[in-house]
């Protein structure tokens, strides 16, 4: 069983930075992949970013590639999504999602999931 708990959301004027922590609680947490995924107003949830358990393999959406940068520290069950020159269009409520398995831990059918963290960019 894992657990998730998303932090780092807030207002931020349009070129700014975040950083996102989804922390987990559970052992082995490095053996679960990790995607954050964010839904904007009126949209559907979407994929941003993932990670795999141990670090080494990331991966990211078209949309943000070069913007959002996906990391993890195992020693402290923590998952970071660092975000940067921030746009109107990356508002919405970001959710972290854990899965033994990275395919899934980059979409909808991951296991595990945080109640997600508002971030919202100002024009």
């Known amino acids: 069983q894992v657990q998730l708990v998303e932090s780092g959301g807030g207002l931020v004027q349009a070129g700014g930075s975040l950083r996102l922590s989804c922390a987990a609680s559970?052992?082995?947490?490095?053996?679960?992949?990790v995607g954050w995924f964010r839904q904007g107003p009126g949209k559907e949830r979407e994929f941003v970013a993932g990670i795999s358990g141990s670090g080494r393999t990331k991966y990211y959406a078209d949309s943000v590639k070069g913007q959002f940068t996906i990391s993890r520290d195992n020693t402290k069950n923590t998952v970071y999504l660092e975000m940067n020159s921030l746009k109107p269009e990356d508002t919405g409520v970001y959710y972290c999602a854990a899965d033994y398995f990275t395919s899934a831990a980059t979409t909808d059918k991951a296991e595990y999931w945080g109640q997600g963290t508002q971030v919202t960019v100002s024009s």
């Open positions: 559970g052992r082995s947490f490095s053996s679960y992949a």
